[in-house]
């Protein structure tokens, strides 16, 4: 168990809406990853959040976006949702370097 | 859940053999270089990690080399067990990117008994 948590584990949803995940960081990191993988991209970060603020942003969609409360834990808002866009979603955290750790995932599924 | 049923390269050994993947890299600038394993269902899972002033790093039944003269990283695992097979990555980063890790496209291995 990495300590980083995710919710929902599942998500089935059509085409045209909009979905929010969650992530839990693990106790004490500040930073906060996503990474999406799908089956012709592999894993590909999205974006990065440091104690609430931006830090870097990957081949993220304007379609996606993401924040980080005051408690750290972090959301990824996925919204005109597409068939492509079926994947994991994975969130990893970080203390301050480059050991990430990785939650279990968010598997989406669009119809 | 499966890591998403990706048509990877696949490594087939028997169990108790040693295991050898292989990862070619992209950017000479990479200050880190870390192996996963993902597990089916499961996120990646640090294995271990070098840093590029270095050539080769030794953990426990794993050792990860690193070529910097034609950008390859490799991971050697020891006495291959069943508990090995999974799909290992390839990350690198850099410090200054804000350590977000750019994956290669991953190697299953299966260990046969």
């Known amino acids: 168990d990495s300590g980083v948590t995710q919710t929902p584990k599942h998500l089935i949803t059509a085409t045209g809406q909009r979905v929010t995940l969650r992530c839990s960081p693990r106790?004490?990191?500040?930073?906060v990853y996503w990474y999406q993988q799908s089956l012709d991209q592999g894993l590909q970060f999205l974006i990065q959040?440091?104690?609430?603020?931006?830090?870097a942003k990957g081949n993220i969609l304007e379609r996606f976006s993401a924040q980080q409360f005051p408690d750290l834990h972090s959301e990824l808002n996925l919204s005109s949702l597409e068939l492509g866009d079926s994947a994991l979603y994975f969130c990893a955290s970080s203390a301050s370097s480059y050991e990430q750790y990785f939650g279990p995932g968010t598997r989406l599924t669009v119809t | 859940g499966e890591s998403v049923g990706l048509h990877l390269p696949t490594l087939s050994v028997q169990e108790g053999d040693n295991s050898i993947i292989n990862c070619a890299y992209s950017n000479s600038a990479s200050d880190y270089f870390i192996w996963y394993k993902q597990e089916s269902g499961k996120g990646p899972q640090f294995i271990i990690d070098i840093r590029s002033n270095m050539d080769k790093r030794q953990g426990q039944r794993v050792t990860v080399l690193l070529n910097k003269t034609v950008k390859h990283l490799s991971l050697q695992i020891a006495a291959t067990q069943p508990g090995d097979s999974a799909v290992y990555f390839c990350a690198e980063t850099e410090m200054d990117s804000s350590y977000k890790l750019i994956f290669g496209s991953g190697t299953r291995l299966l260990v046969r008994p």
């Open positions: 959040y440091y104690n609430g603020e931006e830090r």
């Open positions: 106790s004490g990191d500040l930073s």
